[in-house]
């Protein structure tokens, strides 16, 4: 089902509006498939493989099954991407194919710079792995302190860990498969028949592009599974009550990721020529040059810099999102602050315009479109979405309750001591629709902009609409994936599972959570011509009391 949902996601990415392909829905396709390919290869889960937590009876990255589970997601998941990718291009439409008799080789397109250094990658990461098996096991000692003096103490305790080899058994396989998927992947590319959109060249060098995006991504989990191992080898002996250590695989593969980062791949030629002149003729023209655009352009810079800092705040100001210890609803707390933020900042943004270039006596106008149906129609499934399964994981909870059950539903199965998560959510998304009724009030009642400009005060003003609808659809996507993450226990008894995996996280909930907190991620960061498949409709006064 994934996917499926995949391929039909990249498919609607590559058709043209009029039908068929364009050079600039190639690459933007391509741009998708390594976007959605590096959220897939993430392995934050499994970076505590391996070690036994002090004090925890059950840890969840302590048997090779857990620890295959966590590597298998990221590593499969970004190889099936970049497949499914290369598979979603469309077949030809043309009486006559385009066709090359030439023999297609991986090395004709491999990026060489790029590739020699991701094998140096791969090697140092299965050097790293080959170490971690020789390394002994420790057991964990429950942290407390020892008293050596009439006022002096001592910690003792720390976490332990499992044998090396089970480790490096699991990192092995991890990394073998990653190595093999991608030889099949680039296979997969250098085989890709030619696109009508594309002439020979530019086919040529969209493979190229194809496997510099794969590389990129394999090369981060390489270092990842490095830096697992790294983290394993760098714990100390808790008997020896070492109070520091350090990771040097870890600073190793942020490295990595920093210089995969800037490691742009090269740019089809037509695309390349389209765009300086559209943004040639986009930055010579009137509308764009009106201090009111640019001011409404950074304000799209400024909103994605919003949840950013609201993150780190977070991170340093626990104390800011609830009273006391233990809430369940810290997490869906979490994702409407940052939503709440960005909203914050559209709204602002409305204001500054109205007090900066408002001009009394000049009728308001609205846009005929303001909202393009493709975004319309994700913001209402993702509020359907977000209701339906806050309804279900309420009344899965109170199953959870009936059996009696109800302590798994707080951390470390301690009492109810507040409201369910799912109470939390709705009322924080209940909170944060009446935040984003602010901006759309004030772009609504905001004075008109004095300009000879036909159409681009009503633009303005569909922008800010746009941006509030786009905001509110991803925070209601994430907020029903942290909610299914955060209380997966609900899902078995409305299921009808076995009452013995009740009590414990349901796995599937928890996946399915997380892609759904992922597609929220990706309905955020899509820009404001990217749901609009056709062009805008042209703006249609609307003259309104002026106060």
């Known amino acids: 089902m994934l996917a499926a949902g995949l391929y039909l996601l990249l498919r609607w990415v590559i058709r043209a509006p009029g039908g068929g392909t364009t050079a600039v829905t190639v690459s933007q396709h391509a741009l998708w498939i390594g976007v959605i390919g590096w959220l897939a290869s993430s392995l934050q889960a499994a970076g505590t493989a391996g070690i036994i937590p002090a004090g925890n009876t059950s840890p969840t990255l302590a048997t090779p099954t857990s620890i295959l589970g966590a590597l298998a997601w990221p590593v499969l998941g970004c190889l099936a991407v970049h497949a499914v990718g290369q598979l979603s291009y ?3 439409r043309l009486p006559r194919r385009l066709a090359s008799l030439e023999i297609r080789r991986i090395r004709d397109f491999l990026p060489r710079p790029l590739a020699w250094t991701v094998a140096a990658i791969f090697v140092g990461s299965a050097l790293q792995i080959g170490f971690v098996a020789g390394l002994p096991a420790y057991d964990a000692i429950p942290y407390g302190a020892l008293q050596e003096g009439p006022s002096s103490f001592r910690r003792i305790g720390g976490d332990g860990r499992i044998q090396g080899y089970i480790l490096a058994a699991c990192l092995g396989a991890a990394w073998l498969t990653l190595a093999l998927g991608t030889a099949l992947v680039l296979k997969l590319i250098s085989h890709r028949r030619q696109l009508e959109a594309l002439d020979a060249p530019e086919s040529d060098l969209l493979r190229t592009i194809a496997m510099n995006r794969l590389l990129r991504t394999v090369a981060t989990i390489a270092a990842g599974l490095a830096a697992v191992a790294g983290n394993f080898a760098a714990r100390p002996d808790p008997a020896a009550n070492v109070s520091s250590w350090t990771n040097p695989a870890g600073f190793a593969a942020f490295v990595v990721l920093l210089v995969m980062w800037g490691w742009a791949p090269p740019k089809l ?3 390349q020529v389209n765009g300086n002149g ?3 003729a986009l930055s010579e023209s009137p509308a764009a040059a009106h201090p009111a655009t640019r001011l409404v352009v950074s304000l ?8 950013v800092a609201a993150a780190v705040l977070g991170l340093f100001v626990p104390g800011l999102y609830f009273p006391g210890a233990n809430l369940p609803g810290l997490p869906m707390l979490f994702v409407a602050l940052m939503a709440a933020a960005v909203l914050l900042v559209a709204g602002a943004g409305e204001l500054l315009l109205q007090r900066s270039y408002g001009t009394h006596g000049i009728p308001r106008t609205w846009p005929r479109q303001v909202v393009s149906p493709a975004l319309l129609t994700t913001a209402i499934v993702a509020v359907v979405l977000f209701v339906a399964i806050t309804v279900l994981t309420a009344a899965g909870e109170w199953e ?16 109810p001591d507040g409201s369910p998560g799912w109470v939390i959510a709705a009322v924080a998304t209940a909170a944060v629709a009446a935040i984003a009724s602010l901006p759309v009030v004030a772009a609504r009642r905001r004075r008109s902009i004095s ?18 609808v ?19 226990q609900a899902w078995p008894p409305l299921l009808g599972l076995p009452a013995t995996t009740w009590a414990a996280p349901w796995q599937p909930a928890i996946i399915a959570g997380a892609l759904l907190a992922a597609a929220g991620v990706l309905i955020a960061v899509i820009p404001v011509k ?6 805008a409709a042209a703006a249609k006064p609307v003259p309104e009391r002026v106060p």
């Open 269 to 271: 030629p037509s695309v």
């Open 90 to 92: 469309p077949g030809p």
């Open 470 to 488: 786009r905001t509110f659809a991803a925070f209601c996507t994430a907020q029903a994936g942290v909610l299914l993450m955060t209380a997966s």
């Open 400 to 415: 959870l309750r009936e059996a009696g059950l109800d302590g798994f539903l707080r951390p470390g199965g301690t009492p």
């Open 300 to 307: 799209g810079a400024a909103m994605g810099f919003t949840p």
């Open 451 to 468: 300009t000879d400009i036909h159409g681009l005060d009503a633009a303005l003003r569909a922008i800010t609409v746009h941006r509030v």
């Open 530 to 535: 990217g749901f609009a498949r056709t062009p």
């Open 278 to 280: 559209n943004r040639a």
